[in-house]
C-alpha cells in the first residue's frame, strides 16, 4: 500500500512539474529569470508557512550542520539552477522541445546512481541511456543536416539538459540524504515541513539577483493570466509538487522516480500543444518516443 501511494505522489509530482515548463513560458520575455524564479518561491513560501509554522521552528532547532547542508544542496539543485537553467533554456528553444528534453532526467539520475551511489549499470539500464541520447539528438534534428538547429537553439536545448542534470542530481541526493530529526523517535521529516525548508533556502539564493533585474515594475506590468501563470507556478507546481514528492520519494526506491519522471515530457509536451499552438515534427516526436522508451527501460528492475 505505501508503495502505491509513493507512486501516486510521484505521479502527481511529476505531472505538476511537466506543467512548469507552459508556466515559464508565459511568463519568459516579461520578467527576469531570477524575478520569476523567486516570486514563484515567495509565493510556495507563504503557503506552505501557513500550514506548516507550528513544527517548522522545532525542526529549525534540531537540524544538525548536516542537515542544513544536505538541505543547501537539495534546494541549489532541484530549485534554484533547475529554474535559473530551464527558464534561460527557454528563451532560445521551444516549449514542446525543452519538455521532451527533460525527459533525458531518468538516464542521467541512472548514471548518477552508478557514479554517486554505486548502483549496478543493469543493461536495461545501459539501453534505457543510449535511447534517451538518441532521442535528443532527434529532437534537436541533427540527423537532417542541422537545419533546424541554430546556435541560439543549441545553447537553448544545452541549458535544458543543464536542468534536466540539477533534476537528477536532486533526486539522487534527495533519496541518498534522506533528512531526519534529532527528536527522539527519529522519524523523516514531514514532506511539508521539508518542502517548507528548501523552500526557504532557494528563495534566499534567488533574492540578490533578482533584486538585481529591478524586479518591481516587471511585476506591475504583468497581465492577469501572467499573475495565474506566477501563481501556479509557486502554489502548484513548487509547494504542492514538492510535497508530493517528498511524500512519494521515502517510499519508494531512486529507479522507481526515475521512471515516473518520464511523465514530465510528455505533459510539457500536451500542454505546448494544446495551450501554445505548438507543432513538433515528426522527427521531434520520434526523438520523444524513443526518450520515453528510456525511461521505460531505466525503471525496469532485472529479476534475481
Same mark, same amino acid.
Given at each position: 500500500?505505501?508503495?502505491? &501511494? ?10 505538476? !512539474? ?8 508565459? &511568463?519568459?520575455?516579461? &520578467? ?5 524564479? !523567486? ?8 503557503? %506552505? %508557512? ?25 534546494? !541549489? ?6 529554474? =535559473?537553467? @530551464? ?9 514542446? #522541445?525543452?519538455? @521532451? ?9 541512472? %548514471? ?25 539528438? =532527434? ?21 535544458? &539538459?543543464?536542468? /534536466?542534470?540539477?533534476?537528477? %542530481? ?55 493570466? #501572467? ?31 526515475? /521512471?515516473?519522471?518520464? =511523465? ?41
Amino acid at each position: 500500500m505505501q508503495s502505491f &501511494l509513493g507512486k501516486l505522489y510521484l505521479a502527481g509530482a511529476f505531472i505538476l !512539474a511537466g506543467s512548469s515548463v507552459v508556466a515559464a513560458r508565459y &511568463l519568459s520575455g516579461r &520578467l527576469g529569470v531570477f524575478t520569476i524564479a !523567486a516570486a514563484s518561491l515567495f509565493f510556495a513560501l507563504l503557503a %506552505l %508557512l501557513l500550514i506548516s509554522s507550528r513544527s517548522t521552528p522545532r525542526v529549525l532547532y534540531d537540524m544538525t550542520r548536516q542537515d542544513w547542508l544536505a538541505i543547501l544542496c537539495q534546494a !541549489a539543485c532541484g530549485m534554484f539552477l533547475f529554474r =535559473l537553467f @530551464l527558464l534561460t533554456g527557454l528563451e532560445y528553444t521551444s516549449t514542446g #522541445e525543452a519538455g @521532451l528534453l527533460t525527459g533525458a532526467t531518468p538516464a542521467l539520475t541512472a %548514471l548518477l546512481a552508478v557514479s554517486l551511489l554505486k548502483e549496478p549499470l543493469y543493461k536495461t539500464r545501459i539501453l534505457g541511456i543510449v535511447s534517451t541520447v538518441a532521442g535528443i539528438m =532527434l529532437i534537436q534534428e541533427v540527423f537532417n543536416g542541422g537545419s533546424g538547429l541554430s546556435k541560439q537553439h543549441l545553447m537553448g536545448n544545452l541549458l535544458v &539538459l543543464a536542468a /534536466a542534470m540539477c533534476e537528477s %542530481l536532486f533526486s539522487v541526493l534527495s533519496r541518498f540524504g534522506s533528512i531526519r530529526s534529532s527528536l527522539s523517535q527519529n522519524d523523516e521529516l514531514n514532506p511539508i515541513v521539508q518542502t517548507t525548508v528548501v523552500t526557504g533556502v532557494a528563495l534566499t539564493l534567488c533574492l540578490g539577483p533578482a533584486l538585481a533585474e529591478h524586479p518591481v515594475s516587471a511585476l506591475m506590468s504583468l497581465r492577469s493570466f #501572467e499573475w495565474l501563470a506566477l501563481l501556479w507556478y509557486g502554489l502548484i507546481v513548487t509547494a504542492l509538487g514538492y510535497i508530493l514528492w517528498y511524500a512519494g520519494i521515502k517510499r519508494c526506491d531512486a529507479s522507481v522516480a526515475a /521512471a515516473f519522471s518520464g =511523465l514530465m515530457p510528455f505533459t510539457s509536451l500536451c500542454l505546448s500543444v494544446a495551450l501554445l499552438g505548438e507543432h513538433p515534427s515528426g522527427q521531434q516526436w520520434l526523438g520523444g518516443a524513443m526518450v520515453v522508451l528510456g525511461m521505460i527501460f531505466c525503471g525496469i528492475k532485472p529479476s534475481g
